[in-house]
């Protein structure tokens, strides 16, 4: 029975280290694009606050911190808000927000 628990635990840790691990390698992903695109300035700006938005979202996961629930709460929160009324600059950082949550909503949920 020992035994079994600890190939349980064994399992479960890896499983959160493979989301933590994949969310670091997004958010390092993010941040280059994020700091290439505010050097380019001028239209390369609307990418830049695409990719911003995304870093501190990927943080938390990375730190253990990602919430499930919370997640899906804000991703259909944010998917209501988008609208083609929207400034550029609105529409970059919430697209940006929706697809950080549904990237880490589908490994989180893919995991068990």
């Known amino acids: ?10 399992k479960e ?14 958010g390092d992903g993010a941040e280059k694009i994020a700091n290439t695109a505010q050097q380019k300035g001028g239209l390369a700006l609307l990418t830049w606050h695409h990719f911003k938005v995304k870093l501190p979202y ?25 609208s083609l009324s929207m400034s ?13 949550l549904g990237e880490l909503i589908i490994r989180e949920q893919g995991k068990k």
Do not use: H
């Open 88 to 100: 550029p600059i609105e529409f970059q950082r919430e697209v940006g927000r929706l697809e950080v």
């Open 13 to 26: 840790k890896k499983s959160n280290d493979d989301f933590e691990d994949f969310a670091e390698t997004r």
């Open 58 to 82: 990927y943080k938390k996961a990375t730190n253990g911190k990602f919430d499930l629930k919370e997640a899906k709460r804000e991703f259909n929160q944010t998917k209501s808000k988008i």
């Open 1 to 10: 029975m020992k035994l079994l628990n600890l190939l349980f635990e064994s």
